[in-house]
């Protein structure tokens, strides 16, 4: 079965600080992707960075990059330059090309002025 | 607006009551999802449709639940005889084709159960 634990349930960063968020999964599938998606509060979730099983290349756009270590099923994020508008909730999510994605618990972000 | 919408973005009804929510995924996305998220967790799968067929569905989906996605296109979601317990958001997504793994959501059906 497919699992996705993110074991810190609250984050804060000053702005302009870097935080990352841990997650780990546990998968049997040898094809698949990861995800982390953003949810502001009341707001739709949106995808912030994916990442493909296969590649060993870190993911990055932008100010969010992962640390992907796949022999340790772990896949963090990490948010450069926090601002206040990343302030939200982040899922990690796990997939495979062919059906549903598992989420995790999620890990909600304060930024600090 | 090519996006995923969801309709009605709130939903309040009486236990016992039956409802139906819908979603309009973005118009070349052929696979359909639906999730229930319930406060300060993170989405749980329901059930997922490749154009009009359903191809999975979750535990969570009691027998009171029903989906449908009639001509592949638009999906219905149905809950009826509604209990306190049902009370949540309910999600969808859509995706393109099976190269495409990203699922893109719509904003969310709110439900409340009294």
């Known amino acids: 079965a497919q699992t996705v634990t993110q074991s810190q349930p609250e984050m804060s960063v000053q702005e302009a600080e870097t935080v990352t968020l841990s997650c780990t999964y546990d998968?049997?599938?040898?094809?698949?992707?990861l995800f982390w998606y953003k949810q502001p509060p009341s707001r739709q979730m949106i995808l912030v960075i994916r990442q493909e099983a296969y590649k060993q290349q870190n993911a990055t756009e932008n100010r969010f990059s992962v640390n992907f270590q796949k022999a340790a099923k772990s896949f963090s994020l990490k948010i450069s330059d926090s601002q206040l508008g990343d302030a939200a909730m982040y899922f990690c999510a796990q997939g495979t090309s062919y059906d549903k994605v598992i989420f995790g618990p999620g890990t909600s972000l304060s930024v600090i002025p | 607006d090519t996006g995923v919408s969801q309709n009605p973005r709130h939903k309040i009804t009486k236990r016992g009551q039956n409802v139906t929510f819908r979603c309009d995924p973005i118009s070349e996305h052929n696979r359909l999802y639906w999730y229930r998220q319930t406060l300060g967790q993170g989405p749980e799968f329901l059930t997922y449709?490749?154009?009009?067929?359903?191809?999975?569905k979750s535990r969570l989906l009691s027998d009171r639940f029903s989906a449908e996605r009639p001509k592949g296109s638009f999906s219905t979601l149905e809950i009826q005889r509604t209990e306190q317990g049902d009370s949540a958001m309910y999600l969808c997504a859509s995706r393109g084709d099976r190269y495409t793994d990203t699922q893109y959501f719509g904003p969310g059906t709110r439900l409340t159960v009294l």
């Open positions: 998968t049997s599938e040898s094809d698949y992707y």
């Open positions: 449709f490749q154009n009009e067929a359903q191809l999975e």
